[in-house]
């Protein structure tokens, strides 16, 4: 049984349509929150993740959002609390991962990656933060961020860039906002398997059939990261289980960071 209690949560999570997003918002579902909003890009994928959010029990809504676009990301956020009268829990989950490294990334991508990994999650939760110190109530926010933050591969240069940065403002911000009564943490993610992961594979580095299994076997522990794994801690960071906790940054991975081969 989850230790986690949602049952007051009113929870909007950006990227929340597929993959780690979705599986958040049903591990939320499952600990009882019953009002949120999820948003994506994509218009379909919404509206089977709001489907599947409602046949659990939810009131769940769909928000076609471009987190590149910080009125879109200020929006989502509105959006939440003019539906529920308040959000207590905000999740950034949306990502770009293109790739590109130190010799070959242009600017254009190097600004994208910085737009949707890092700025439009800042103005989310700069919103966020915002109603909730207008209500004065308390409220938690997860970024999911990655073990690039570390260093990252050289092909995943301004990711891993992005995703540091927001990792700074994680800790920033718990810092500024802990006065307030305002969490706010971060899951540090390793490879993992997810649709998104299936089409990067694909997409970037030529994989077929089979590619899953054959990495899972190279694995430490036999598999990828699990979505539902990490929506677990997810939900726990978000809820009053995990009392004062903030400014964490927690590694999610089999591997680990600053560790030599033996």
């Not at 890092?118 to 999911?144: D, M, S, W, Y």
């Amino acid at each position: 049984m989850s230790m986690s209690d949602h049952r007051e949560t009113v929870a909007v999570i950006a990227g929340g349509t597929q993959g780690l997003g979705l599986a958040i918002a049903e591990a939320l579902v499952a600990d009882g929150c019953r009002r949120l909003v999820v948003a994506g890009r994509r218009l379909a994928e919404g509206e089977a993740a709001v489907q599947r959010l409602r046949g659990l029990g939810a009131e769940a809504h769909f928000r076609r959002t471009d987190m590149a676009e910080v009125s879109d990301a200020v929006a989502l956020v509105d959006e939440g609390a003019a539906r529920f009268g308040r959000v207590t829990a905000l999740v950034n989950a949306a990502a770009t991962t293109e790739r590109g490294s130190i010799l070959d990334c242009s600017p254009a991508d190097f600004d994208r990656h910085i737009a949707v990994n890092t700025r439009g999650p800042f103005f989310a939760l700069q919103r966020f933060a915002q109603l909730a110190v207008e209500k004065g109530h308390p409220a938690a926010a997860v970024n999911i961020l990655s073990m690039v933050v570390h260093c990252g591969q050289s092909y995943l240069a301004p990711y891993s860039a992005s995703k540091a940065a927001l990792a700074n403002i994680t800790k920033n911000a718990a810092q500024a906002l802990r006065g307030h009564r305002i969490r706010v943490n971060g899951i540090n993610c390793g490879w993992m398997d997810t649709p998104g992961e299936d089409e990067t594979q694909r997409r970037f580095h030529g994989a077929q059939d089979g590619w899953l299994e054959a990495a899972e076997a190279r694995q430490p522990m036999g598999m990828l990261v699990k979505p539902g794994h990490v929506a677990g801690l997810a939900s726990y960071l978000l809820s009053d289980a995990s009392g004062v906790m903030t400014g964490a940054l927690v590694d999610f991975d089999q591997n680990v960071a600053g560790a030599y081969p033996e």
